[in-house]
């Protein structure tokens, strides 16, 4: 059973359009989501994340919109760069981040110049 | 400020044999946590460790898999009879108050 899903596997954007990924989950408990990137033969870098108490979180190009009610969240990154091309993955935990994450399928994203 | 270190990055062992993966994590953080990242499981949770407890090693193959960590500077993950499904990048995190940082990870590919 998926926890947490993401979607769509894969996003194509132009260089300064902003890429919109989407992240849902189950269980009612998760209270911590952080967003890592990845790019290849490397590890999972932390992006941002948020946790349940807010309902948004900005650092920079990069923003997170949190819905509880629905278990939902995004990660929107404006003025997409080359350099922001790699898998993203959405996590979550039911510790605030002190216990285990589970992960999402990640989305792969391409950003076209 | 170094990260968390992984050794060895690449690894590969004969069907059978035993493989053992290390992890140093970040000077002062408290927590140590194990993946496995391979294309058809993704981002998988194995074990970890808090102040070099274990804590909760619900994603750990019963068989064949263990971790300790001996003191707060490694922890280290072992295989033993690998098979060729053990194939997969571990990864290590480590983390001090609820932020986990990944190291590079050790590429494991058993023939």
């Known amino acids: 059973q998926q926890q947490v899903r993401q979607s769509p596997q894969s996003l194509t954007v132009w260089e300064g359009e902003t890429a919109i990924l989407n992240c849902s989950y189950e269980?009612?408990?998760?209270?911590?989501f952080p967003w890592y990137q990845q790019f290849p033969g490397e590890g999972p870098a932390l992006l941002i994340a948020?946790?349940?108490?807010?309902d948004k979180k900005e650092d920079g190009r990069f923003t997170i919109f949190f819905n509880k009610r629905e278990k939902k969240l995004s990660l929107h990154i404006t003025d997409s760069q080359p350099g922001d091309s790699a898998t993203y993955f959405c996590?979550?935990?039911?510790?605030?981040?002190?216990?285990?994450?589970?992960f999402g399928e990640g989305t792969k994203l391409t950003v076209s110049s | 400020n170094a990260g968390v270190i992984q050794t060895p990055r690449h690894k590969v062992t004969g069907k059978g044999q035993e493989a053992t993966l290390w992890c140093e994590p970040i000077s002062g953080h408290s927590a140590v946590f194990w993946y496995r990242q391979t294309i058809v499981q993704g981002l998988e949770f194995l074990t970890y460790f808090r102040n070099q407890a274990p804590i909760d090693d619900s994603g750990m193959p019963k068989e064949r898999f263990s971790a300790q960590m001996p003191n707060q500077s490694h922890s280290t993950l072992k295989i033993q009879s690998t098979q060729p499904q053990d194939s997969a990048v571990y990864l290590c995190?480590?983390?001090?108050?609820?932020?986990?940082?990944f190291g590079p990870g050790t590429r494991l590919t058993v023939l």
């Open positions: 269980n009612s408990a998760f209270d911590y």
């Open positions: 948020i946790r349940s108490v807010s």
């Open positions: 996590a979550a935990s039911d510790q605030g981040g002190s216990a285990k994450l589970i």
């Open positions: 995190a480590s983390s001090l108050e609820g932020e986990q940082y």
